[in-house]
Structures are given as C-alpha cells and as structure tokens.
C-alpha cells in the first residue's frame, strides 16, 4: 500500500502517479491535497508519513514545489527513510543503500519523464542489506526515530 499527499505544488504530480501505480498494479492511500488550492505541505506529508510510520502503508510517495518541504517532514517520524530524488540513480541507491521506504519529488524542478522512471525505480528496486542495514540500524538507534 503506497501512501500518496502532495500541496497544492505537487497536486499535478501526484495525480498522474496514480497512473503509474495503476499500471503497477500497486494499491495507494491519497492523503490529500484534493485541489492546486495553495496550502500546506506539512498537513497532508504528516499524514502520509504517519501512516507509514505505523506500518498502515508500507511505502510514501510525497510531492511538493522542490520535494525538500515534505522531506523534512516525513523524516521527523519513527521509522520513516525520506529520499529526495531527481535523478533515477537517486531512486535507486535510495532504495539499495539507504532502504528509503519514502520517496518526495520536486514537481517544479524534476521533468515528468524522469518522475516517471522514478517512481518505477523506487517501487522495483530491493534493498541490499549487509553493511548497509547497519548504517540505516544507526540512523534509528542514533536518533530515536
Ligand atoms: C510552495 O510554494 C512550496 O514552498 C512548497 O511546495 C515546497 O516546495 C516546500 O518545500
């Protein structure tokens, strides 16, 4: 279960990700925003984060005008891994190496065309454990989320 919420920056992208995920064959959650209404993007990627924070999606998908906004709020709960991405090496050494369970996108910085090989790469692409899996351990134990 993918947990989707955009501001009213990233209402555009957000929308057309659930094509992808509809070609996918991947259930999703819209947190909102509903509209291009100009709001705020910590009230919709709070409740996106927090629904992958309890384990209720397992991954995010979290747009906004640069993609930074709903970073720093999905990274301030328990058990959340927050990329920024712009790039589909990003999306995959997100996931390879940093087991990022969070993907946030930049819609007036980032082209569709490579949102779109984003998204499928963050969604493919398994984690690879080993040495890597301690260091992700550390950001945890190191600060409590
Ligand atoms: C909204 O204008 C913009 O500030 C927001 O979408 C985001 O880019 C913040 O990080």
Request: charged share 25%; aromatic share 6%.
């Amino acid at each position: 279960m993918i947990a989707l919420a955009s501001d009213h920056a990233g209402f555009e992208y957000k929308e057309r990700v659930k094509a992808i995920l509809d070609g996918m064959n991947l259930p999703y959650r819209d947190f909102g925003t509903s509209s291009g209404d100009s709001t705020d993007y910590p009230d919709w990627g709070h409740a996106a984060a927090q629904a992958v924070s309890t384990g209720d999606c397992d991954r995010g998908i979290l747009i906004c005008g640069t993609g930074i906004g709903m970073s720093m709020v999905a990274n301030k709960h328990k058990g959340v891994r927050a990329a920024l991405c712009d790039s589909v090496s990003a999306a995959r050494l997100a996931r390879q190496h940093n087991n990022a369970n969070v993907l946030t996108i930049g819609e007036r910085l980032t082209g569709w065309e490579c949102v779109v090989d984003i998204v499928k790469t963050f969604l493919s692409t398994p984690f690879e454990g080993g040495r890597h899996r301690r260091r992700v351990d550390k950001v945890h134990s190191l600060t409590g989320l």
